[in-house]
């Protein structure tokens, strides 16, 4: 068993217990759930785009810890200012360190957001509506073709924007026609090998009508060019970040150099 089935098999059981507490009807009368969404889609077509998605992350199975005690306003804040065209959260507790709380303080800023965790159902959509996320993530790897169609036409009916990730060609007939960013992962998430040579091989494979996000093992802005050239025009970056003392100084430089 790889270390995505368990973090997919704890997922299951974490969301019924949460169905079990706070109903649908519930999360859909809070005040954010009401509140309109920015756009992603949108926000990477701008010129003037930095196209960097900063992202806030605590831990990782494959890092361990990387800034445990990270505030979540005080960097996302400083992320926006610095010039991050949206923002990355890590809502998954136990293998990422993330919480609801991350995503809400988070909220304050005026660009989008991206609930980062692993959905396996509605529900989560629900959720990630009700703390004011304007997109979700649905993995390739972690669900079949139909499901990410359901979900995806799930959270388009309710307003959010969907980010498909994929890895590799293996997981190509995952795209459809509502998922219009599409991510390629350089994170091999069942071995957590990253090479960047993934969403550069990948690139051209995917459809013009899409908007291509590379994502994971960014640590360079040569590396953010090469990814430019290939057609991308969004760059999902967290630990070359979060591993400083101060993510957002560490963007600004990134963006300056
Ligand atoms: O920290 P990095 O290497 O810059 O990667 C960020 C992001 O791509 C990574 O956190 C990620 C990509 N897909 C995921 C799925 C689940 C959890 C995390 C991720």
Do not use: W
Not at 159 to 177: F, P, Y
Not at 179 to 206: C, P, W, Y
């Amino acid at each position: 068993m790889t270390i995505l089935d368990t973090i997919i098999q704890h997922k299951y059981i974490e969301v019924a217990k949460r169905k079990l507490h706070t109903p649908i009807e519930q999360l859909q009368q809070s005040l954010l759930y009401q509140q309109p969404r920015l756009s992603l889609i949108k926000a990477l077509q701008q010129p003037q785009a930095t196209g960097i998605i900063a992202e806030f992350k605590r831990k990782s199975p494959s890092k361990g810890f990387i800034n445990q005690n990270a505030d979540a306003a005080t960097v996302t804040t400083g992320y926006a200012a610095a010039g991050a065209s949206a923002l990355s959260v890590l809502t998954d507790e136990l293998f990422f360190g993330g919480t609801t709380a991350d995503l809400l303080a988070a909220r304050v800023n005026q660009i989008p957001i991206l609930r980062k965790d692993f959905i396996v159902d509605a529900y989560q959509i629900e959720e990630a509506k009700a703390m004011g996320a304007d997109v979700i993530l649905l993995i390739a790897a972690c669900l079949t073709p139909i499901e990410v169609k359901n979900l995806a036409q799930y959270a388009k009916q309710i307003g959010l924007e969907v980010l498909l990730e994929l890895h590799d060609e293996t997981e190509l007939q995952h795209v459809c026609e509502d998922t219009v960013l599409v991510g390629i992962n350089n994170r091999n998430l069942k071995t957590f090998e990253v090479d960047i040579a993934a969403a550069i091989n990948m690139s051209q494979l995917i459809g013009a009508d899409k908007i291509k996000i590379a994502e994971s093992g960014i640590s360079e802005k040569a590396t953010l060019q090469r990814f430019k050239a290939a057609g991308y025009k969004g760059f999902l970056i967290g630990e070359n970040f979060m591993k400083t003392n101060d993510p957002a100084a560490a963007l600004q430089s990134f963006i300056n150099n």
